[in-house]
């Protein structure tokens, strides 16, 4: 079969229920993600997929590598952050294969339209990690309509120049990737977009908010600002977008070989919508990991499809290598396993133990099974995930044969990687003197 076009796009803090297809609710002007949902009717659902992490960067790590994120220095940061800037050692090494590496030297043509947040210039860049194309911004949030990050400088580039533009970020990012369809349909090598959005990432703006902006400048975290109403209109205005994507594929007849995924590279924040799950971003229960999953590939998937396929970020790298028929570097060794079975036969269904570990208030997961450990705060949990998905009755005494042997099983894992640096930082933003816990 002729290579695929690929695109995968990421959104930004998105929640488990945020979309309507994973039951979220409509919003007060109507259904807030009908574009999403109908990729979702037309192709297929995951409804166990996860983030590699709880927080931005180091799903972005695991996500370009194909492997667990914790072999890399960068990744150990949750997540990098301004301070980083000029660092040589916080983010993606040019030298480590990557998926956009890989499929180029497959043939793919390749671009990152959207958010980096794997390291700063003068060291590390999108076009030193295999990308040919990049637009966007390089840190982990900017404001929407001056692109500003957090110390105010400005942060929208065009490959390694800073480029100024008018207008709403998210708008811009899904304009400038129909032009990367318009101009790639014209050319005879299949294609890989990135599509990663900053929405619905803060500050709270929709499209009709520049007036705001001024005043959100020195403080994108934006506190005293937003509610749901603005949250999902900022997700409304993605699905538009996207919608736009679609259509520039039908266009040009390329969208029945153009594998589409979607998901996002964590859980919800404060405005989610996570039901039924517990937790939200920086979390190991299952709010801030279980995100979704959605795959659209007429030419492979059947529509109307939903798997209950345990994956996580990792896993969806390797198989979009697996679709390209392009090899993994023998050097480096995936942590991921290809997920084309699944897409082939959403039936199909195999063991795959999933692991997870964060510095921030010592937390630690696996997901085996039906089964999940967990720890926070030196506290274990040992939770019935299908009969129990918002983790409160807690198994640990009950079965404490199952919860040894699930630490067991984590601790042997965690051995085989390296050991989270003694420098390593959380940066939260926030606490609960600026908002209740969730």
Not at 35 to 56: E, H, I, M, R
Not at 178 to 204: G, I, K
Not at 327 to 341: E, F, I, K, N, Q
Not at 410 to 417: L, N, S, V
Request: hydrophobic letters at 35%; a negative charge.
């Amino acid at each position: 079969m002729k290579q695929p076009n690929i695109i995968f796009i990421v959104a930004d803090d998105l929640g488990y229920a945020d979309l309507g297809c994973y039951g979220g609710r409509d919003a007060v002007f109507g259904p807030v993600s009908p574009v999403l949902d109908g990729l979702a009717a037309k192709g297929l659902k995951f409804t166990q997929g996860y983030a590699n992490s709880p927080v931005c960067s180091p799903t972005r790590f695991a996500l370009m590598t194909a492997r667990y994120q914790y072999r890399l220095r960068g990744a150990a940061e949750e997540p990098i952050n301004s301070k980083s800037r000029g660092s040589a050692t916080l983010g993606l090494p040019p030298e480590h294969p990557t998926l956009p590496s890989l499929l180029r030297d497959a043939g793919y043509r390749t671009a990152l339209i959207g958010k980096w947040h794997l390291g700063y210039l003068p060291n590390f860049s999108p076009l030193r990690s295999g990308y040919e194309e990049f637009f966007g911004p390089t840190s982990g949030g900017v404001d929407y309509f001056t692109h500003c990050d957090s110390t105010g400088q400005h942060d929208l580039n065009f490959g390694e120049q800073e480029q100024r533009h008018e207008g709403y970020l998210t708008d811009l990012l899904s304009h400038r990737a129909v032009d990367y369809v318009n101009r790639m349909a014209l050319q005879p090598a299949p294609f890989f977009l990135s599509l990663h959005y900053t929405a619905p990432h803060w500050p709270w703006e929709t499209r009709d908010d520049a007036s705001k902006a001024p005043a959100i400048k020195d403080n994108l975290f934006d506190l005293a600002g937003g509610n749901i109403h603005i949250y999902r209109r900022m997700i409304h205005h993605m699905d538009e977008g996207i919608g736009w994507l679609m259509a520039a594929l039908e266009k040009h007849g390329i969208a029945r070989n153009t594998l589409v995924v979607f998901t996002s590279d964590n859980g919800g924040e404060r405005f989610s919508d996570n039901w039924p799950l517990v937790g939200g971003k920086m979390d190991l229960t299952e709010g801030g990991i279980r995100v979704p999953w959605v795959a659209h590939w007429p030419e492979m998937v059947k529509p109307g499809g939903e798997s209950t396929q345990h994956c996580m970020t990792m896993d969806w790298s390797v198989t979009l290598l697996d679709a390209a028929g392009a090899a993994t570097h023998p050097d480096y060794p995936p942590d991921g396993v290809s997920l084309l079975p699944v897409l082939r036969d959403a039936s199909h269904h195999f063991h795959r133990p999933l692991h997870w570990r964060m510095n921030h208030r010592g937390q630690r997961a696996l997901r085996d099974g039906d089964w999940k450990y967990l720890m926070v705060d030196g506290n274990e949990y040992l939770f019935n995930i299908p009969a129990d998905e918002r983790e409160r009755a807690n198994h640990a005494r009950l079965e404490p044969a199952r919860l040894d042997a699930m630490r067991a099983a984590w601790q042997a894992w965690d051995a085989t990687m390296p050991a989270i640096p003694a420098g390593a930082t959380v940066s939260l933003g926030y606490s609960y003197q600026d908002m209740p816990q969730r």
